[in-house]
T-cell receptor, first 108, second 113 residues
């Protein structure tokens, strides 16, 4: 069965420090991986996906099939990055399997 | 991008009453929609898959008689929480796929007194 693991419930960093939100997955096939972000009192929204290999709001994530990881990174954290971040896995047109989420708190 | 809406965004009801939540895909058709539940400070949990024109598929442990799902059209799915109790208080979120991407509604916060 597919599974997504986000080992950190809470991650606190100082403004300007690098950020890495960890995500590991288990799936025997070729996964589609996503990062979703939920700012306070706002809807869940897509941050980025591994297929597009783009950088959104300074965040990047590289799919490492050897380590079955899809860690989210940003070189310099900003206060507005404080939010809940969810890593999710999809296998075609099926429901997403979410990790438990990591709350990122950026301290000024 | 595509937009999914939910109505209402927030509802408070008395224990024992039923509450209907609507999920609409505004600018695309969705033969499938997904209903999630989000407990406070926890991740999303898939409840069921709503299929237009056929019965919904429920995840293990989700009571289908309590959480009634009707996919009335290609742009509308409804979730009815029947005989709601305080433990049903939660955040309910729907999503609809378009292509290989999922679009999420803003969620409905249900509070059962």
């Amino acid at each position: 069965a597919q599974r997504v693991t986000q080992p950190e419930k809470l991650l606190s960093v100082f403004k300007g420090a690098p950020v890495e939100l960890k995500c590991n997955y288990s799936y025997s096939g070729s996964p589609e991986l996503f990062w979703y972000v939920q700012y306070s009192r706002q809807r869940l929204q897509l941050l980025l996906r591994h297929i597009s290999r783009e950088s959104i709001k300074g965040f990047t994530a590289d799919l490492n099939k050897g380590e079955t990881s899809f860690h989210l990174k940003k070189p310099f954290a900003q206060e507005e990055d404080s939010a809940m971040y969810y890593c999710a896995l999809a296998t075609g047109n099926t429901p997403l399997v979410f990790g438990k989420g990591t709350r990122l708190s950026v301290i000024a | 991008g595509a937009v999914v809406s939910q109505h209402p965004s927030w509802v408070i009801c008395k224990s024992g009453t039923s509450v209907k939540i609507e999920c609409r895909s505004l600018d695309f058709q969705a033969t499938t929609m997904f209903w999630y539940r989000q407990f406070p400070k926890q991740s999303l949990m898939l409840m069921a898959t709503s299929n237009e024109g056929s019965k919904a598929t429920y995840e293990q442990g989700v009571e289908k008689d309590k959480f009634l799902i009707n996919h009335a059209s290609l742009t509308l799915s409804t979730l009815t929480v029947t005989s709601a109790h305080p433990e049903d208080s939660s955040f309910y979120i729907c999503s609809a796929p378009q292509g290989d991407e999922q679009f999420f509604g803003p969620g409905t916060r249900l509070t059962v007194l």
